[in-house]
């Protein structure tokens, strides 16, 4: 069996291009990423976007019946929540494409936990 250089480099090309193309999909799809999250008594809805951003906050009637400060700290405590998901999420979407051994994923879900802490994670943490 002969060895041509040329075989190897095209494979070699083909795969860094399905790579590229896997990394495009991935990144389109985290951009649109976007986890919403409910208050426990029906409060509020808020929504994150794929940045751990808040994309949209919408007070229901149950809000008439707290005070500004409890509806305040509802806020940020609902928002944690939803990002601690969006850290799950964007988990679960890196081991998709990248495999759960890749470095890559490794890197990606570090950086979105450390981040975004799930709520057992983020009560342990204000102890």
Not at 22 to 39: D, G, I, K, N, P
Not at 107 to 115: F, S, T, V
Request: avoid cysteine.
């Amino acid at each position: 069996m002969r060895f041509d250089p040329e075989d190897d480099l095209r494979a070699f090309q083909a795969q860094v291009e399905e790579r590229t193309q896997q990394t495009l999909r991935f990144s389109a799809e985290l951009e649109a990423t976007e986890v919403t999250e409910h208050a426990p008594g029906g409060e509020m809805t808020v929504r994150i976007n794929s940045a751990g951003g808040l994309a949209g906050l919408e007070f229901h009637p149950e809000a008439d019946r707290v005070s500004r400060q409890e509806l305040a700290r509802l806020v940020l405590e609902t928002s944690r929540r939803a990002q601690g998901r969006l850290a799950e999420r964007v988990g679960e979407m890196v081991r998709a494409v990248y495999g759960s051994d890749s470095g890559t994923a490794a890197l990606i879900n570090d950086a979105y936990a450390q981040r975004y802490p799930s709520a057992a994670e983020d009560e342990e943490r204000r102890r």
